[in-house]
């Protein structure tokens, strides 16, 4: 396949998003999210309960803005307007299980989100290419040229990355996801999860909310509650492609009380 080389038109629409990720203990690659005790002991100290304030301020910090973005507005809402299909590059078959198990537990817990995975990369608008740690400065600069995979070398070091490709309407029309294959499980899952979550909008990180993944200081390596609400939040029917964040602003409550509903459902949360 070849890499990503987007034409000028596109690249100024372009959006991309980093995590740099601190390498975890190597871990059998059979083991899956549920058998880490990384994660494990994350799952048993996870907040759950939040207030709408707490929730709404999340989701403005990471739906509008971008932690690093080639040009174009980032002060709208910017979603996949349709079904999104996830295709692998990869010949390492056990993290192509683990990957679709995590868009398979996206799809589950995002209830307006059509999401799978697609063995075709012509039926794909979402790519994602595994490679090794040693080859991903290779594959950044295939993507992004040279110049810019030196920006992100130097400014973030980054170990994933994803990016996305909006229209005029502030629709996703394409994303792309970089993940390393041998960094280890957590490493794995975490990077997974995050970038996945991000080229689906919610490109935007920020340090002073404590409880989202999109939050270089914080490690998951599973779909939280709280990124759950985010994801919810901005696939909602009423949460539109374009919108400002007045307009948003002005769904909100309703959106978010059909959103808790669900969360709570989903996640068999108590009162």
Not at 57 to 75: Q, S
Not at 241 to 250: H, N
Request: one cysteine or more; glycine letters at 6%.
């Amino acid at each position: 396949m070849s890499a990503l080389n987007p034409s000028s038109a596109a690249l100024r629409s372009a959006l991309l998003a980093f995590a740099a990720l601190t390498c975890a203990p190597d871990i059998a690659p059979s083991a899956i999210a549920g058998e880490l005790p990384a994660i494990a002991s994350r799952q048993r100290a996870e907040k759950k309960s939040f207030t709408d304030g707490e929730i709404v301020d999340g989701f403005l910090k990471t739906a509008f803005g971008a932690e690093y973005h080639l040009a174009g507005r980032v002060d709208r809402i910017r979603k996949f307007d349709g079904p999104v299909r996830v295709y692998a590059e990869s010949d390492r078959a056990d993290r192509k299980v683990q990957l679709a198990k995590v868009v398979a537990d996206i799809g589950k817990r995002v209830q307006h989100l059509d999401i799978a995975m697609t063995d075709t990369n012509e039926a794909a608008n979402v790519r994602v290419k595994l490679v090794r740690d040693r080859d991903l400065f290779r594959t950044i600069s295939g993507f992004y040229g040279a110049e810019k995979a030196r920006e992100i070398r130097t400014s973030l070091d980054p170990q994933c990355l994803s990016g996305f490709r909006k229209n005029d309407n502030f629709e996703i029309e394409h994303s792309d996801v970089i993940l390393t294959v041998d960094n280890g499980d957590f490493v794995f899952l975490d990077c997974a999860y995050e970038e996945l979550l991000q080229s689906l909008g919610p490109i935007n990180d920020t340090t002073s909310v404590p409880w989202t993944m999109f939050n270089d200081n914080v490690s998951m390596g599973y779909f939280d509650v709280y990124d759950q609400y985010i994801l919810n939040l901005l696939y909602d029917p009423r949460i539109k492609a374009g919108m400002t964040v007045a307009e948003v602003k002005a769904v909100l409550p309703q959106v978010l009380a059909d959103v808790r509903a669900w969360v709570k459902q989903v996640n068999d949360l108590k009162e």
